[in-house]
C-alpha cells in the first residue's frame, strides 16, 4: 500500500479491509513524511504499533 491510500482509508466512513501479517486492522493515523502508520488489530483495540505502510495490503 502506499501513503496516500492510506491516508485515504483513513478519512473513508466505511472499513477498509486491511490486513497487516494477515491480521485484519484499523489505521490510526498515517505519517506521511516517514510512510508510517499508527494501527491496531481489529480485535485488539489497546495494541497499538508503528509499521511502515508498505507493510499494510488492502484486500
Known amino acids: 500500500m502506499d501513503v496516500q491510500r492510506a491516508q485515504e482509508i483513513t478519512n473513508l466512513s466505511t472499513m477498509a479491509n486491511v490486513t497487516y501479517n494477515g491480521k ?23 495494541n497499538k504499533q508503528s509499521v511502515s505502510v508498505s507493510s499494510l495490503v488492502e484486500h
Do not use: A, C, K
Request: glycine residues 4%; aromatic residues 4%; hydrophobic residues 20%.
Open 24 to 46: 485484519r486492522i484499523y489505521i490510526e493515523h498515517v505519517d506521511q513524511q516517514n510512510g508510517s502508520t499508527t494501527i491496531h488489530p481489529l480485535d485488539e483495540p489497546n
